[in-house]
């Protein structure tokens, strides 16, 4: 499956748990080109309007746009590695900041959804992605992390959770109601099926 790799602006901090694919596509949207260079990376594309960064970089691969535009910087990236046919988009560097952004990251990964490709969204305490109906999917146990299931749409339902401190079978989760929110992984693997809708599925832990 080709991968890419996005850093946005946010704060950043590598969790210990994922490491970066090798073989990828890295874009750094905006100022996320400060985690890129902390890691000694050298990006193939870099994009935004460079409202926030601290340099204006130049070169073949920077893309400059103006910030009157529909499109965050992060979700430019987004769309321009689907345009590179890649399937599976990694973003960094974005939930630690202005929540405005972390939610419109939280809506790039049902965008991706949509465009049959996968999303990740995580930092040193988050780890989500968006499963949709009509799947069934297998999370592992990470200890210490709390596993948490979210309805991005009106309702979820025929929501199936075995391998947990909580089970269900057949539930329906609402968007009105965080039902979902600090269930364990007691198995060496959460199953998670779900018949229709759009769950929001997250690893999360507390803050040291």
């Not at 893309?63 to 973003?91: F, H, N, R, W």
């Not at 947990?164 to 364990?184: D, F, H, M, Q, R």
Request: charged share 20%.
């Amino acid at each position: 499956m080709k991968t890419a790799v996005i850093f946005s602006g946010g704060a950043f901090s590598m969790p210990e748990w994922t490491s970066l694919p090798e073989e990828a596509v890295y874009l750094c949207a905006d100022s996320g080109l400060r985690h890129a260079r902390a890691l000694g990376m050298e990006p193939d594309w870099i994009l935004g309007d460079f409202d926030s960064s601290l340099e204006l970089p130049d070169g073949k691969n920077v893309l400059q746009y103006p910030p009157e535009k529909d499109d965050t910087d992060t979700m430019l990236a987004v769309k321009l590695a689907l345009s590179m046919g890649v399937k599976e988009i990694q973003i960094y560097g974005g939930l630690g900041g202005r929540f405005d952004h972390a939610i419109a990251n939280v809506q790039a990964l049902r965008y991706l959804t949509e465009q049959g490709a996968v999303g990740i969204l995580c930092d040193a305490q988050n780890w989500m992605t968006i499963q949709t109906g009509g799947t069934v999917r297998q999370y592992p146990k990470r200890t210490g992390w709390y596993f948490s299931l979210l309805s991005l749409s009106d309702v979820c339902t025929g929501v199936t959770v075995r391998g947990t401190k909580y089970t269900l079978e057949k539930g329906i989760l609402s968007a009105e109601i965080p039902l979902g929110v600090s269930n364990e992984i007691t198995a060496e693997q959460a199953e998670v099926s779900l018949e229709q809708g759009c769950l929001l599925v997250l690893y999360a832990k507390d803050a040291l």
